[in-house]
T-cell receptor
Framework: GENVEQHPSTLSVQEGDSAVIKCTYSDSASNYFPWYKQELGKRPQLIIDIRSNVGEKKDQRIAVTLNKTAKHFSLHITETQPEDSAVYFC????????????FGIGTKLQVIP | DGGITQSPKYLFRKEGQNVTLSCEQN?????MYWYRQDPGQGLRLIYY???????QKGDIAEGYSVSREKKESFPLTVTSAQKNPTAFYLCASGTGAYNEQFFGPGTRLTVL
């Protein structure tokens, strides 16, 4: 089955700097890659996603890139703010009859004011 | 994702007891999922259901059971056979060709 690796597990940046979180996946047939943000004690919320027919997608300060050849995708947050502090999960939707989504272990991002 | 509710928010259980966690959605999604979240381990799939009256085991189904009698509801029972049930449980529903998933607020289960 699909295997998703995510790093780093923790990341501290100064307010205003950029943050990058990287994920790799194993199933070359995976075609959908969502990113979730989870604040402490709350539900994960979808913040951006990318599909396999697209190399890059941007939404204000957040962007995601996908390299299908290398089987990795990344989340980029620019001009970080304290409210960006949270745990971020990447995920990949594998192939096959059941549309299983496999999650990475998460990255705890801390933005230091 | 405001259309997915879970109850209760906090649940305490004595060892040897079964407990049932509720998950309801009014998003008209066919698929529903249960995940378990432990610190440092991300989200692990317990059970999933793609359609009413059908469900399948996920990666860590042992000690859990589910039912899917209605499209809107997907309750999870944590049985006494689950050796380490203390965790944060998240329900999700999914839609679309790419299975976009939306999560409920979660239930934190503690075994005393």
């Amino acid at each position: 089955g699909e295997n998703v690796e995510q790093h780093p597990s923790t990341l501290s940046v100064q307010e205003g700097d950029s943050a990058v979180i990287k994920c790799t996946y194993s199933d070359s047939a995976s075609n959908y890659f969502p990113w979730y943000k989870q604040e402490l004690g709350k539900r994960p919320q979808l913040i951006i996603d990318i599909r396999s027919n697209v190399g890059e997608k941007k939404d204000q300060r957040i962007a995601v890139t996908l390299n299908k050849t290398a089987k990795h995708f990344s989340l980029h947050i620019t001009e970080t703010q304290p409210e960006d502090s949270a745990v971020y999960f990447c995920a990949a939707r594998g192939s096959g009859g059941y549309q299983k989504v496999t999650f990475g272990i998460g990255t705890k991002l801390q933005v230091i004011p | 994702d405001g259309g997915i509710t879970q109850s209760p928010k906090y649940l305490f259980r004595k060892e040897g007891q079964n407990v049932t966690l509720s998950c309801e959605q009014n998003l008209n999604h066919d698929a529903m999922y249960w995940y378990r979240q432990d610190p440092g381990q991300g989200l692990r799939l317990i059970y999933y259901s793609q359609i009413v009256n059908d469900f399948q085991k996920g990666d860590i189904a042992e000690g859990y059971s589910v039912s899917r009698e209605k499209k809107e509801s997907f309750p999870l029972t944590v049985t006494s056979a689950q050796k380490n049930p203390t965790a944060f449980y998240l329900c999700a529903s999914g839609t679309g060709a790419y299975n976009e998933q939306f999560f409920g607020p979660g239930t934190r289960l503690t075994v005393l």
